[in-house]
Nanobody, 124 residues
Framework: VQLQASGGGLVQAGGSLRLSCAGS????????VVWFRQAPGKEREFVGA????????YYADSVKGRFTISRDNAKNTVYLQMNSLKPGDTAVYYC??????????????????WGQGTLVTVSS
């Protein structure tokens, strides 16, 4: 499954963006999909995850209440709606996937299928 993330850009603090993660092929809809981000000089950090079998969604504390993950199976796409953006949200955002849910879903090393990343810049 190939992933392509898009939707990044420059936005002022308090603004919103919606990122998309498009997967190739119908089997993408059987995959678990997560979002990570990586700010300059920092490690890649977990943002949110969608568990396919239960529909449960998990968020990092830093984005809870501001970011929302959703999925459109007809379009083979997972979205990350980001509201009330802060300068601290500035990073390259990546989507990743795996076929089976991993108990340690917040760790980037547990995913071997990544999109190319899309840059989000939030100005103050």
């Amino acid at each position: 499954v190939q992933l392509q993330a898009s939707g990044g850009g420059l936005v002022q603090a308090g603004g919103s963006l919606r990122l998309s993660c498009a997967g190739s092929g119908r089997i993408f809809n059987t995959y678990q999909v997560v979002w990570f981000r990586q700010a300059p000089g920092k490690e890649r950090e977990f943002v949110g995850a969608l568990r396919r079998s239960t529909g449960a969604i998990y968020y990092a504390d830093s984005v809870k209440g501001r970011f929302t993950i959703s999925r459109d199976n007809a379009k083979n796409t997972v979205y990350l709606q980001m509201n009330s953006l802060k300068p601290g949200d500035t990073a390259v955002y990546y989507c990743a996937s795996r076929i089976n849910w991993h108990i340690d879903y917040r760790t980037a090393q547990n995913y071997d299928n990544w999109g190319q990343g899309t840059l989000v810049t939030v100005s103050s």
